[in-house]
C-alpha cells in the first residue's frame, strides 16, 4: 500500500465534510459533516504514525474520538435548546446576532 | 494511475480491499452531505463510520477499529437518532435541508480538495507505507500511560465537563 491512497481519500472525505457543514441548513445535518471532517482527520494521522513507525497517530487520533464525543454531546444539547426556543432547527432562522 | 499501477504487485489483498472499502465509504460520505432525507443521512454516516473502521485495520490499528466501532457508531450515530427524533424532523424527503444556494459550498469544497490532492500528490508521490504496521493494544496503552498521560487526564476533565454541560444545556427550567 502506499501512503498517498490513505491521504487522499482522507482529502475527499473532508472536503465532503466542508462542503455538507456550508450546504446544509438543517443544525443535525451540519453536525454529521463536521463528524466526517473529524474521522478523515483520523484516517491521515493513523496513515502518518503507520508511515513513521510511530504511536503518536494513533494516541492522537482516540483523543480525537473522545474530543468528537463530547463535541455531539453539546452540540446536540445546544441544538434541542434552539429547537425548544425557535420550534425550528433552521441554521438561517438562528439569526438575533445579525446586524 | 501510476499510483495505483505502482502498488498492485506489492500486496494486491490489501489494496483491493481498500479500493473497494474506498468507493463504498465516498459515495455514502457523497449521499450524507446530498439526501434529502435526514435519517438516511444518519445511516450512511454509519457505513462511513464502518469503512474508516476498516482503514483503521487495514494500517494495523486494531484498537482504534474497536474504538471507532463502540464510540462512534455505538454512541455518537445513537446521539444523532435522539437528536433528529427529538427535533421532530419531518421523516421522508424534506427539500428544506439545504441552503438555497450552495454554489459557494460547492466552490470551497472543490478548491480545497483541488489544493490538497494536488499538494499531496506532489509531496508524497508513490511513498510505500512499511510492510509491517500493526501496532498492538498493548504498545497503544503503554504510549498513553507514559508519554501522554497529561493529556489523558485532561481529555478525562474534557468529558466530565461535557457531561456537565449538556446536562445544564438541555434541562428544563
Redesign the interface.
Known amino acids: 500500500m502506499i501512503l498517498n491512497q490513505f491521504l487522499l481519500l482522507a482529502a475527499i472525505l473532508f472536503c465532503l465534510g466542508v462542503y455538507g457543514a456550508l450546504a446544509r441548513r438543517n443544525a443535525v445535518l451540519v453536525l454529521m459533516s463536521i463528524e466526517l471532517i473529524l474521522n478523515s482527520v483520523n484516517i491521515n494521522l493513523v496513515a502518518f504514525g503507520a508511515y513513521h513507525g510511530n504511536l503518536s497517530g494513533e494516541v492522537f487520533a482516540l483523543f480525537i474520538i473522545a474530543v468528537a464525543a463530547a463535541e455531539v454531546g453539546i452540540g446536540l444539547a445546544i441544538v434541542l435548546l434552539i429547537y425548544r426556543n425557535r420550534r425550528s432547527i433552521d441554521l438561517n432562522q438562528a439569526d438575533l446576532m445579525k446586524g | 494511475m501510476s ?1 495505483v499501477l ?2 498492485v504487485d ?2 494486491i489483498a ?2 483491493v480491499f ?1 479500493y473497494i472499502f ?1 468507493i463504498i ?2 459515495f455514502s ?2 449521499k ?2 446530498t439526501t434529502d432525507n ?1 435519517v438516511h ?2 445511516l450512511f ?1 454509519v457505513v ?2 464502518a469503512g ?1 473502521a476498516a ?2 485495520i ?4 486494531e ?2 477499529a474497536s ?2 466501532v463502540l ?2 457508531i455505538g ?2 450515530v445513537v ?2 437518532l ?3 427524533m ?4 419531518q421523516v421522508g424527503a424534506d427539500s ?4 438555497p444556494n ?1 454554489w ?3 466552490l ?3 478548491m ?2 483541488a489544493v ?2 494536488a499538494t ?2 506532489r509531496t ?7 510492510d509491517e ?1 500493526v ?1 498492538t493494544t498493548q ?2 496503552s503503554d ?2 500511560f507514559s ?2 498521560i497529561v ?2 487526564e485532561a ?1 478525562s476533565v ?2 466530565l ?3 456537565i ?3 445544564v ?2 434541562r ?1 427550567d
Open positions: 499510483l505502482a502498488s506489492w500486496n490489501q489494496n481498500f474506498a465509504m465516498v460520505a457523497f450524507v452531505v435526514i443521512a444518519a454516516l462511513v463510520l474508516v482503514q483503521f487495514l494500517l494495523g490499528a484498537f482504534l474504538t471507532q464510540v462512534y454512541a455518537v446521539l444523532f435522539f437528536g433528529i427529538l427535533t421532530r424532523a428544506e435541508l439545504d441552503q450552495r459557494p459550498a460547492l470551497t469544497g472543490s480545497m480538495f490538497l490532492a499531496l500528490i508524497f508521490e508513490d511513498t510505500e507505507l512499511p504496521t501496532t504498545q497503544v504510549t498513553i508519554q501522554y493529556a489523558f481529555t474534557l468529558l465537563a461535557a457531561l454541560g449538556a446536562i444545556i438541555a428544563k
